[in-house]
């Protein structure tokens, strides 16, 4: 499969896309997968059971979430953490994991069964791969998010079973929820599914029911219970085929309430109910100790009585069938739900020729599972033990529904919440769900054309689902910018509304709204604040920070190009100018110069007092232009290191110019220019003064490149060693003599001229006026 474009979001189903069974579904967005449950398909046995693993290559896999325990969702995982590639992690909720592991040890022991059965070897995984990946699964607690590598999730209660759960998955802003199997009914130990706080993009919701209505709950269990005492009383035998955890728990609530009930009416322990499950024996202490995570209704039954609801006064345990005293009316609830195999087909083969015998199916059957074939009412069934030999059906067949998936009123309601522009569905036949996808497009028909238009798919297993993404961005402020917007909300100011782009660059300079809320009537308003937007790509997270704090929050970023522009006020003549910054760069380019000011300087005798104000451009550097026109010079260069440093080094002179003494002495024109003849002479009169001035001029000029290698003022009043200085530029390099005023090595001819320029300015500069 190619690499998704970086906006196209892709599903991807392996399993229980138009079908019910093996659900296992992927998520790509911004190159990170996400893999939606691990199932087994309940009417296959071994490879056959498995989603299509080949068609997807798992070692993409960032993490695997597991809605819930049950093997149509869970069975295949430790298959695929030990037998393929898959390096992902794994998470479920913590009941969850805690029957996942019962279950599957019992799951590796049927399949075993029935693998020495068929003489064939078809074991997905052994004991000895669900201990070793056992331990790799990771817990989520329910209303908790997890963030996997930019990938955030959080776990909802679903309702369906113990532990089980709904996941919204957050990728750079775009947000998934996966219903996973979810029942939106208050039933009598789980709470009801939940709508998460947050929108979603993308809804992936099961549609197991279709268009299908459930009774209410009332008659339901008013039906099950009167159709279970009238044929017990009639001395008929009752079998309940249940999935081992989950409804068989619910159920027995519903029964031994009633067998509670009404014992006198049942001869008062003469009737007994059994359940067949080592398996449900075990994990009762699991339901005990998630009591807290049921609803309100078991826990007060649990704090009040101080005694385990799940431990049932009128229902027995049945270790194996052997033990089984089977000599009048009972009631038996037995697993697999399906009739498959194990100890409820046995009993089904038992019972079934008798017509006084019934079946009551409470869960979902799968299409072809015994289950389903016996909705049929056929005359006979084919024995699981010896396929050549057949049993003859002539006891009741019932059904009536527990099974905690929505019906499509719930399942409505519910997305109408969600209010998703997108939804996929899974976990149905195609027959339903093609029914449920054209109820939901009549329901969301006056959308059609309109930017809230609801798209529907029913993809196929290994059929893309591909959808596009503007790619909506959110934006976290940091630092000092959430103060600016904490006066933007207490400020009585207009506010435009705000603009959000799509960002191209890691960082830029943009605009965002910020801080929405709601206003007293209603409206959104909105606050303009500037900052910079700064992307992580591997997160997604977006920061919008204010310049000033840039470097704090993100010092690994660095910075764009920048025009910059610093205007200062001159009170001298252009023509000084020109000469200090001569002095200071050497050649210097005239680009406007009007009154011809640059060329005054070479005449000898120029009288500088009269000249007419205009306007002189030069370039310095090649790359800041310096703008004089009457009292203001405008300085323009690209932000960077060095034209930064030279753009201060010229304002400092632009802001000097008019005190320098050379410039007194040039305007003043006391004195003649001297030719620096004297220099050895000027050495003479107080060294160490003058030395400090002239390196004083150089510390200006160069900042932190130049060194003075000079100790203290004695040490060079007792001595006959020289005293120097060194500028260091990158590579380039020149050591200047102060004691004799002469470079005395340099690298770089640039560089020499420069040093040069100072030093003359500097003898300038501590020439005793005359
Ligand atoms: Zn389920
Ligand atoms: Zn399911």
Same mark, same amino acid.
């Given at each position: 499969?190619?690499?998704?474009?970086?906006? @196209?979001?892709?599903?991807?189903?392996?399993?229980?896309?138009?079908?019910?069974?093996?659900?296992?579904?992927?998520?790509?967005?911004?190159?990170?997968?996400?893999?939606?449950?691990?199932?087994?398909?309940?009417?296959?046995?071994?490879?056959?059971?498995?989603?299509?693993?080949?068609?997807?290559?798992?070692?993409?896999?960032?993490?695997?979430?597991?809605?819930?325990?049950?093997?149509?969702?869970?069975?295949?995982?430790?298959?695929?953490?030990?037998?393929?590639? =898959?390096?992902?992690?794994?998470?479920?909720?913590?009941?969850?994991?805690?029957?996942?592991?019962?279950?599957?040890?019992?799951?590796?022991?049927?399949?075993?069964?029935?693998?020495?059965?068929?003489?064939?070897?078809?074991?997905?995984?052994?004991?000895?791969?669900?201990?070793?990946?056992?331990?790799?699964?990771?817990?989520?607690?329910?209303?908790?998010?997890?963030?996997?590598?930019?990938?955030?999730?959080?776990?909802?209660?679903?309702?369906?079973?113990?532990?089980?759960?709904?996941?919204?998955?957050?990728?750079?802003?775009?947000?998934?929820?996966?219903?996973?199997? !979810? @029942?939106?009914?208050?039933?009598?130990?789980?709470?009801?599914?939940?709508?998460?706080?947050?929108?979603?993009?993308?809804?992936?919701?099961?549609?197991?029911?279709?268009?299908?209505?459930? *009774?209410?709950?009332?008659?339901?269990?008013?039906?099950?219970?009167?159709?279970?005492?009238?044929?017990?009383?009639?001395?008929?035998?009752?079998?309940?085929?249940?999935?081992?955890?989950?409804?068989?728990?619910?159920?027995?609530?519903?029964?031994?309430?009633?067998?509670?009930?009404?014992?006198?009416?049942?001869?008062?322990?003469?009737?007994?109910?059994?359940?067949?499950?080592?398996?449900?024996?075990?994990?009762? @202490?699991?339901?005990?100790? !998630?009591?807290?995570?049921?609803?309100?209704?078991?826990?007060?039954?649990?704090?009040?009585?101080?005694?385990?609801?799940?431990? =049932?006064?009128?229902?027995?345990?049945?270790?194996?069938?052997?033990? =089984?005293?089977?000599?009048?009316?009972?009631?038996?609830?037995?697993?697999?739900?399906?009739?498959?195999?194990?100890?409820?087909?046995?009993?089904?083969?038992?019972?079934?020729?008798?017509?006084?015998?019934?079946?009551?199916?409470?869960?979902?059957?799968?299409?072809?599972?015994?289950?389903?074939?016996?909705?049929?009412?056929?005359?006979?069934?084919?024995?699981?033990?010896?396929?050549?030999?057949?049993?003859?059906?002539?006891?009741?067949?019932?059904?009536?529904?527990?099974?905690?998936?929505?019906?499509?009123?719930?399942?409505?309601?519910?997305?109408?919440?969600?209010?998703?522009?997108?939804?996929?569905?899974?976990?149905? *036949?195609?027959?339903?769900?093609?029914?449920?996808?054209?109820?939901?497009?009549?329901?969301?028909?006056?959308?059609?054309?309109?930017?809230?238009?609801?798209?529907?798919?029913?993809?196929?297993?290994?059929?893309?689902?591909?959808?596009? =993404?503007?790619?909506?961005?959110?934006?976290?402020?940091?630092?000092?910018?959430?103060?600016?917007?904490?006066?933007?909300?207490?400020?009585?100011?207009?506010?435009?509304?705000?603009?959000?782009?799509?960002?191209? *660059?890691?960082?830029?300079?943009?605009?965002?709204?910020?801080?929405?809320?709601?206003?007293?009537?209603?409206?959104?308003?909105?606050?303009?604040?500037?900052?910079?937007?700064?992307?992580?790509?591997?997160?997604?997270?977006?920061?919008?920070?204010?310049?000033?704090?840039?470097?704090?929050?993100?010092?690994?970023?660095?910075?764009?190009?920048?025009?910059?522009?610093?205007?200062?006020?001159?009170?001298?003549?252009?023509?000084?100018?020109?000469?200090?910054?001569?002095?200071?760069?050497?050649?210097?380019?005239?680009?406007?110069?009007?009154?011809?000011?640059?060329?005054?300087?070479?005449?000898?005798?120029?009288?500088?007092?009269?000249?007419?104000?205009? %306007?002189?451009?030069?370039?310095?550097?090649?790359?800041?232009?310096?703008?004089?026109?009457?009292?203001?010079?405008?300085?323009?260069?690209?932000?960077?290191?060095?034209?930064?440093?030279?753009?201060?080094?010229?304002?400092?002179?632009?802001?000097?110019?008019?005190?320098?003494?050379?410039?007194?002495?040039?305007?003043?024109?006391?004195?003649?220019?001297?030719?620096?003849?004297?220099?050895?002479?000027?050495?003479?009169?107080?060294?160490?003064?003058?030395? %400090?001035?002239?390196?004083?001029?150089?510390?200006?000029?160069?900042?932190?490149?130049?060194?003075?290698?000079?100790?203290?003022?004695?040490?060079?009043?007792?001595?006959?060693?020289?005293?120097?200085?060194?500028?260091?530029?990158?590579?380039?390099?020149?050591?200047?003599?102060?004691?004799?005023?002469?470079?005395?090595?340099?690298?770089?001819?640039?560089? %020499?001229?420069?040093?040069?320029?100072?030093?003359?300015?500097?003898?300038?500069?501590?020439?005793?006026?005359?």
């Amino acid at each position: 499969m190619e690499q998704p474009r970086s906006n @196209s979001f892709k599903f991807f189903s392996l399993g229980g896309s138009n079908e019910v069974g093996r659900s296992s579904h992927m998520l790509q967005y911004k190159n990170k997968t996400v893999m939606l449950d691990a199932g087994v398909h309940p009417a296959y046995q071994g490879y056959a059971s498995l989603p299509f693993y080949d068609e997807f290559d798992l070692s993409k896999v960032d993490i695997l979430l597991i809605s819930h325990f049950h093997v149509d969702h869970a069975a295949s995982l430790p298959y695929v953490m030990q037998k393929t590639n =898959f390096q992902g992690r794994v998470f479920m909720t913590h009941p969850t994991k805690a029957i996942y592991r019962w279950l599957l040890r019992d799951f590796v022991r049927v399949t075993s069964i029935g693998n020495s059965a068929t003489g064939k070897d078809e074991n997905l995984y052994t004991d000895e791969d669900l201990a070793e990946s056992f331990d790799r699964i990771e817990t989520i607690d329910y209303h908790s998010t997890v963030d996997v590598g930019g990938i955030k999730f959080t776990a909802y209660h679903a309702g369906h079973v113990l532990g089980a759960a709904m996941f919204q998955i957050e990728i750079a802003g775009l947000r998934v929820l996966f219903t996973g199997d !979810y @029942s939106r009914e208050l039933d009598r130990h789980l709470n009801s599914a939940e709508v998460p706080p947050f929108p979603s993009d993308v809804l992936i919701v099961e549609s197991t029911f279709g268009t299908a209505t459930h *009774e209410p709950r009332i008659n339901r269990e008013r039906k099950l219970t009167q159709l279970i005492h009238s044929t017990v009383t009639k001395g008929g035998r009752v079998l309940l085929p249940v999935f081992a955890l989950g409804r068989a728990q619910e159920l027995m609530l519903i029964l031994d309430e009633y067998w509670s009930q009404h014992a006198e009416e049942l001869g008062s322990g003469q009737v007994p109910i059994y359940y067949a499950s080592n398996l449900a024996r075990k994990c009762m @202490s699991v339901f005990q100790t !998630y009591v807290n995570m049921m609803n309100d209704n078991i826990r007060r039954k649990f704090r009040d009585s101080q005694t385990n609801p799940f431990v =049932f006064k009128n229902i027995s345990y049945l270790k194996n069938i052997d033990e =089984f005293q089977d000599f009048g009316p009972s009631v038996m609830l037995a697993s697999p739900g399906m009739l498959q195999n194990g100890l409820s087909r046995e009993i089904l083969e038992r019972w079934c020729p008798e017509d006084k015998n019934l079946v009551l199916i409470t869960g979902y059957s799968v299409e072809g599972t015994m289950a389903k074939f016996l909705m049929l009412e056929p005359d006979t069934i084919p024995s699981i033990n010896n396929p050549e030999i057949t049993v003859p059906r002539r006891c009741q067949i019932e059904e009536i529904s527990f099974a905690a998936h929505v019906d499509f009123q719930e399942n409505l309601e519910f997305i109408e919440k969600i209010s998703a522009p997108n939804i996929v569905l899974v976990h149905g *036949e195609s027959n339903p769900m093609g029914r449920l996808k054209s109820a939901l497009l009549s329901n969301f028909a006056s959308l059609k054309g309109t930017d809230q238009e609801v798209h529907v798919y029913n993809p196929r297993n290994c059929v893309e689902v591909n959808l596009e =993404f503007k790619g909506i961005k959110v934006a976290k402020a940091v630092g000092n910018i959430v103060d600016e917007i904490q006066r933007g909300e207490t400020a009585e100011v207009k506010r435009e509304p705000a603009k959000v782009e799509s960002l191209p *660059e890691t960082a830029q300079e943009e605009q965002s709204n910020q801080g929405e809320r709601e206003h007293p009537n209603g409206a959104e308003e909105e606050i303009v604040v500037s900052g910079i937007l700064v992307s992580d790509e591997k997160n997604f997270d977006l920061n919008l920070v204010s310049l000033t704090d840039l470097r704090e929050h993100h010092n690994k970023l660095s910075t764009t190009v920048l025009r910059e522009r610093q205007t200062v006020h001159v009170d001298c003549k252009k023509e000084l100018i020109y000469w200090h910054l001569c002095q200071m760069f050497g050649d210097i380019e005239v680009l406007e110069d009007p009154s011809n000011v640059t060329n005054m300087l070479k005449e000898e005798d120029h009288d500088f007092s009269n000249e007419t104000e205009d %306007k002189l451009v030069l370039q310095i550097m090649s790359d800041i232009k310096l703008i004089a026109v009457d009292n203001s010079a405008t300085l323009e260069w690209t932000q960077g290191l060095i034209s930064d440093a030279v753009a201060d080094s010229v304002i400092a002179i632009l802001m000097s110019v008019d005190s320098a003494p050379a410039s007194v002495k040039m305007t003043s024109r006391s004195c003649d220019s001297h030719n620096h003849q004297n220099v050895e002479e000027l050495i003479q009169q107080d060294p160490v003064w003058k030395i %400090k001035q002239i390196s004083k001029l150089f510390q200006e000029q160069f900042g932190d490149s130049f060194t003075l290698l000079m100790n203290k003022d004695e040490d060079y009043k007792k001595n006959d060693e020289d005293i120097s200085g060194i500028i260091t530029i990158g590579k380039n390099m020149a050591r200047v003599n102060f004691s004799q005023l002469k470079i005395e090595e340099c690298n770089s001819n640039p560089l %020499k001229g420069r040093v040069e320029q100072i030093l003359n300015m500097g003898i300038d500069l501590v020439a005793p006026l005359c």
